[in-house]
């Protein structure tokens, strides 16, 4: 059974990083590795996309400050973000497909204070 796990949340205050983890357990890999975010009474948001092949995109609002990456074997990737804004505040949520399956993780809180 594949599952995809996401760590690294927390609360910071404005201004500081926290770099969140998703790592996969299970016979997959994240070929496509996507990071998005919610908060309450919202759509869920890509914030930052992995592509096969390492292509990167980023929406507008955390351009320059959030990278995202993962690991040679693609079972594990990342999304450091830096700068840290209160509207950074959400539950962030790793997303990973491969060959048209897709999984999500459970989802990780981060809040930023002012």
């Known amino acids: 059974q594949v599952q995809l796990v996401e760590s690294g949340g927390g609360l910071v205050q404005a201004g500081e990083s926290l770099t969140l983890t998703c790592t996969v357990s299970?016979?997959?890999?994240?070929?496509?590795l996507a990071w998005y975010r919610q908060t309450p009474g919202t759509q869920r948001e890509v914030v930052a996309e992995?592509?096969?092949?390492?292509?990167?995109i980023y929406t507008n609002a955390v351009k320059g400050r959030f990278t995202i990456s993962r690991d040679s074997a693609k079972t594990t990737g990342y999304l450091e973000m830096n700068s840290l804004k209160p509207e950074d505040t959400a539950v962030y949520y790793c997303?990973?497909?491969?060959?048209?399956?897709?999984?999500w993780g459970k989802g990780t809180q981060v809040t930023v204070s002012s």
């Open positions: 997303f990973g497909r491969r060959d048209g399956i897709e999984y």
């Open positions: 299970g016979p997959f890999s994240l070929e496509h």
């Open positions: 992995m592509h096969t092949y390492g292509y990167t």
